[in-house]
T-cell receptor
Framework: SQELEQSPQSLIVQEGKNLTINCTSSKTLYGLYWYKQKYGEGLIFLMMLQKGGEEKSHEKITAKLDEKKQQSSLHITASQPSHAGTYLCGADIIGVEGTYKYIFGTGTRLKVLA | DGGITQSPKYLFRKEGQNVTLSCEQNLNHDAMYWYRQDPGQGLRLIYYSQIVNDFQKGDIAEGYSVSREKKESFPLTVTSAQKNPTAFYLC?????????????FGSGTRLTVV
């Protein structure tokens, strides 16, 4: 089972619509990172959240970490075709060994219809 | 401009052959990582290195080997012992292995067994 669940797995929206992607863990997230990946390319770092309740925005993308630090949401306002790609969350959690472990979600594939 | 360069972008391997994927960074980052990405499985950590001449196994190290002779370089060899090597391989680096500021990723190498 995945330690970091993303939902939905895929999303198709009409240009101009808003959308939200979620990243959920059963463990405390000591750092939460959002990345964007175009098909066949590397991941581009979008933003990092560390404090419960923290919210950051970059252009039309807003990410929030909940107070309990177990869920993050990525919200895109007025989506554009340039937003298309796969969004992955990454997180620092405490692994079974008792040390920090950096894991990734499985990704949410976003398609924006013009 | 600073960044991570992975080469080649596409690589084909015959059965029983070892192949080496290159990863070079000029970001002066201490830590470097190799991930494997398969559809629906997210990123899985193969090996990581926090300092020159030292590296640690990740979650799926079997059939792979690495070296870290220089800070800038972290090549990955996919050996013949890796029975299912077809995947997208991503190299990443970060400022420090002990605190996560977010990773910088290369553009990836797609390895196919022929």
């Amino acid at each position: 089972s995945q330690e970091l669940e993303q939902s939905p797995q895929s999303l198709i929206v009409q240009e101009g619509k808003n959308l939200t992607i979620n990243c959920t863990s059963s463990k405390t997230l000591y750092g939460l990172y959002w990345y964007k990946q175009k098909y066949g390319e590397g991941l581009i770092f979008l933003m990092m959240l560390q404090k419960g309740g923290e919210e950051k925005s970059h252009e039309k993308i807003t990410a929030k970490l909940d107070e309990k630090k177990q869920q993050s949401s990525l919200h895109i306002t007025a989506s554009q075709p340039s937003h298309a790609g796969t969004y992955l969350c990454g997180a620092d959690i405490i692994g079974v060994e008792g040390t920090y472990k950096y894991i990734f979600g499985t990704g949410t594939r976003l398609k924006v219809l013009a | 401009d600073g960044g991570i360069t992975q080469s080649p972008k596409y690589l084909f391997r015959k059965e029983g052959q070892n192949v080496t994927l290159s990863c070079e960074q000029n970001l002066n980052h201490d830590a470097m990582y190799w991930y494997r990405q398969d559809p629906g499985q997210g990123l899985r950590l193969i090996y990581y290195s926090q300092i020159v001449n030292d590296f640690q196994k990740g979650d799926i190290a079997e059939g792979y080997s690495v070296s870290r002779e220089k800070k800038e370089s972290f090549p990955l060899t996919v050996t013949s012992a890796q029975k299912n090597p077809t995947a997208f391989y991503l190299c990443a680096s970060s400022i420090s292995g002990t605190f996560n500021y977010g990773y910088t990723f290369g553009s990836g190498t797609r390895l196919t067994v022929v």
